[in-house]
Structures are given as C-alpha cells and as structure tokens.
C-alpha cells in the first residue's frame, strides 16, 4: 500500500457551511408546523461538528472510513471530513535510534559487542504504517539483523584484506547500502547508519598461542614436580586440547 495523496477540505470553509446551516435551523424553527425538521437541521449540524482535524507540520494524517485507507494528508492546516471517518497522526521528523549493545561473533570467531546508530524519517506514511505493525520496533530488528550478518561476514583483524577493526568506513558504507535497500520498502528513507563501537570481548585464540600457553603451563609445572617425558607429552596434549576449546 502506498500513499494515496488527498489535498484535503478546508476547515475555516466548513465552518462557513455549518453556519449558514444553523442560521436555516433557527429560520425553519420560526415557521409554524416546522419545529421537528429544525431540530433535524440542528442535530446534523452537531453530528457535522466531528468532522473538524488538523495536521501539524511534519506530520501525516491517513484517512480510514469504515476500516478502509481513503488517502493521506501531508500538508499542516485545519480540516475536516466526514465525520465517522478515523484519523490516524504518523509523524514524519527525523529518527535518531541507537541499538544495542548486543554481542555476537565475527567470522574470525573474536567476540564482538556492537552499538549502532540509525537516522531515518517516514517518506510514504501509508507503506509505513499498514506494513509495519510498530515502526520502531521493525527498524530496531531489521537494523539490528543487517549489522550482525555484516559483521559475521568479516574478520575481526585481518592485515590482507577488509577488517571490522581498522576499517570502519568501508564497514559503514556497507551496511548503508544494505539497510537502506530493506527500508525503502517499508516507505523509510534511512538517511544514514555506522557503528558507534564495536567492541573486542574476547579473541578466539589461535593454535599457535594456544600450543605456547600450554608449553608455558608445563613448564611451569616441572618446577614444581619433576616428570616423566611422557607424562610431561601426556599434560601438554590435555592442555593444548582445553586452551582449543575456549
């Protein structure tokens, strides 16, 4: 569904209607014979009165008659329009939405803790609103699952190619491209998104360090206690195999 564009009816032009309707109430009142299509006029004039709204600036107001979408009124003025229609307000500024922190994991197996920044603004009130069943909500999740599968794609360090450490605006970029793309669809213009942080929790150790930590370990231990050759080759595998698995 997309934005059906109403230019919407005046307000202040109304009001001139229904005056000129109560004026005729109170002629008719005066006839003889004529008091019960008076109060007809009169009660109309009243039930009229429900019509009235107004739309403020950076704001869109989506017309519903009878559960149906009849169109959109985007420009700020007073209006009116039937009166047992439903008016719903979608409010068209700017978004700044900060999203995490949350952890995951790079494709390095280093764990990660990621801050994400988002700014974004309605552009078609309809799409956005009937697509989405809360807008903010939806732009957290989709936000949030675009920059964890960008940051799984890439290593934490990396000296031959793209890092998620030293190289932020190629990261950026990327995920701008991406989220951009999945908003437009919902009637969202994303205007910009980057990682505020991304934080190294933990780094997945390599064998080589693993193998050297658990040398050290049994070395360690020898000063302690003397041991055999094979007792020494035994610990250094039980070692090397639980430094592994962390």
């Known amino acids: 569904m997309k934005d059906k564009v109403l230019k919407g009816f005046s307000g202040y032009f109304m009001i001139i209607l229904q005056a000129i309707l109560f004026g005729l109430a109170g002629y008719v009142l005066s006839l003889p014979n004529l008091g019960a299509v008076s109060m007809l006029i009169l009660f109309i004039d009243l039930v009229l009165l429900r019509g009235y709204f ?11 008659l009878l559960g149906k979408y009849k169109g959109t009124i985007n420009k700020a003025g007073f209006y009116w329009s039937h009166p047992f229609r439903k008016i719903i307000k979608v409010n068209l500024k700017d978004n700044v939405q900060h999203i995490g922190p949350w952890s995951t994991f790079a494709k390095d197996g280093a764990e990660l803790e990621l801050n994400v920044e988002c700014r974004w603004q309605i552009k078609d009130a ?14 957290n999740s989709i936000a949030k699952e675009k920059a964890q599968t960008l940051v799984e794609m890439y290593p934490y360090e990396n000296t031959n190619g793209v890092s998620l450490r030293l190289h932020s605006n190629e990261i950026n970029s990327a995920l701008m491209s991406s989220l951009k793309v999945q908003l437009a669809e919902y009637g969202i213009l994303l ?29 360690e231990v020898n000063d302690l206690e003397q041991l055999s050759e094979n007792e020494k080759s035994e610990m250094q595998l039980q070692l090397l195999s639980i430094l592994m698995t962390e």
């Open 54 to 64: 107004t739309v403020s600036s950076n704001e869109a107001a989506l017309i519903n």
């Open 126 to 139: 309809a799409k956005a609103y009937y697509e989405m069943s809360n807008i903010n909500e939806t732009v």
């Open 191 to 219: 205007q910009s998104v980057r990682f505020n942080s991304i934080r190294l929790i933990k780094k997945k150790r390599s064998p080589e360090d693993a193998l050297q930590l658990a040398k050290k370990l049994v070395h």
